[in-house]
């Protein structure tokens, strides 16, 4: 759902001016609504997605390419989401004192 929102809040441009701001803000609130709780962690998706656009640039890309081939595929999106959330917990953890698993262990 978070995927989708962002992929069609940017695209149908809603708005003159924010609309890449708003559609990873609401992104943001649905996640968090779905998983119960303000995300924890920093720097958190929108932040992340902000220092490094590319990746959203292509996930956008990517669903506005299949939807003129007539398929609803957020999947990058979704990936992308993903991973930034898991970078976001995993920040989270490391700033409560918790160690990330290395790959000697």
């Given amino acids: 759902m978070a995927a989708y929102l962002m ?3 940017n695209w149908i441009h809603p708005f003159a001016d924010g609309n890449g701001r708003t559609a990873r803000i609401v992104s943001y609130v649905v996640l968090s609504i779905r998983a119960g709780a303000i995300l924890p962690g920093t720097p958190t998706i929108p932040d992340q ?8 640039f292509e ?8 939807f003129r081939d007539g398929r609803i595929d957020v999947s990058k999106m979704e990936e992308l989401l993903g991973s930034l959330l898991a ?5 989270f953890y490391q700033s409560a004192g918790g160690r990330l698993p290395t790959a000697e262990t």
């Fill in 87 to 91: 970078n976001q917990l995993a920040k």
């Fill in 49 to 56: 997605i902000v220092d490094n656009r590319n990746p959203y």
């Fill in 7 to 9: 992929w069609r809040l």
């Fill in 59 to 66: 996930a956008l890309d990517a669903a506005d390419a299949a």
